[in-house]
């Protein structure tokens, strides 16, 4: 069974770091792309960032409020996948999810899409 | 900004069928695949169509997914509507500038 399991959330102030981490299981981690997607408290889905499979050297692609701040990064000998995050925002407060392309290689494009997801993490920028 | 227009809420009576649409804001929303997510509350969203008109396996045959090219819509049916179809549904595209953009969401109650 695919499972992905997010740690790393927490509370944290406005400016400092937090580190998430993405621990897969029940698949190939190496072959596959990863994404994070955020919900902000009682809002909908924001794409945040995605880092693809080795076959195309780990690249990673970030959602413009993001970019700059945030990055992804992968251990595949450990099948974990991280989201790297610097300056944080207090409208960066959401739950984080972890997810995975359905496909071998998938390179990132309109035929991509995420499953399954992890149940997420809390991450809460506050004073 | 390529975005996603979904109603804020539908609802609808126990066996009866409610369809919800996502409006593409430009371009056509043919040109790209569209997924539906189901999120219930407290629960990561799952994937309930993928590729316009696919479903996962394990998505019972009552989701049903489609394209309208002169409305620039997408629709997710859910037929003989069961309480446990009550949640929160998702529409997701891509868009070459943005990646992957999702309508703001429909909330369902089946009552």
């Known amino acids: 069974e695919v499972q992905l399991v997010e740690s790393g959330g927490g509370l944290v102030q406005p400016g400092r770091s937090l580190r998430l981490s993405c621990t897969a299981s029940?698949?190939?981690?190496?072959?596959?792309?990863m994404s994070w997607f955020r919900q902000a408290p009682g809002k909908g889905l924001e794409w945040v960032g995605f880092i693809r499979s080795k076959a195309y050297g780990g690249t990673t692609e970030y959602a413009a409020s993001v970019k700059g701040r945030f990055t992804i990064s992968r251990d595949d000998s450990k099948s974990i996948a991280y989201l790297q995050m610097n300056s944080l925002k207090t409208e960066d407060t959401a739950v984080y999810y972890c997810?995975?392309?359905?496909?071998?290689?998938?390179?990132?494009?309109?035929?991509?899409?995420?499953?399954?997801w992890g149940q997420g993490t809390l991450v809460t920028v506050s004073s | 900004n390529f975005m996603l227009t979904q109603p804020h809420s539908v609802s609808e009576s126990p066996g009866k069928t409610v369809t919800i649409s996502c409006t593409g804001s430009s371009g056509s929303i043919a040109s790209n695949y569209v997924q539906w997510y189901q999120q219930r509350p407290g629960s990561a969203p799952t994937t309930v169509i993928y590729?316009?008109?696919?479903?996962p396996s394990g998505v019972p045959d009552r989701f049903s997914g489609s394209i309208d090219s002169s409305s620039n819509s997408a629709s997710l049916t859910i037929s003989g509507l069961k309480t446990e179809d009550e949640a929160d549904y998702y529409c997701q595209s891509y868009d070459s500038s943005n990646f992957w953009v999702f309508g703001g969401g429909t909330k369902l109650t089946v009552l």
């Open positions: 590729e316009d008109n696919q479903r």
């Open positions: 997810t995975r392309g359905t496909e071998v290689d998938d390179y990132g494009d309109s035929r991509t899409w995420f499953d399954p």
């Open positions: 029940g698949f190939t981690f190496g072959d596959y792309a």
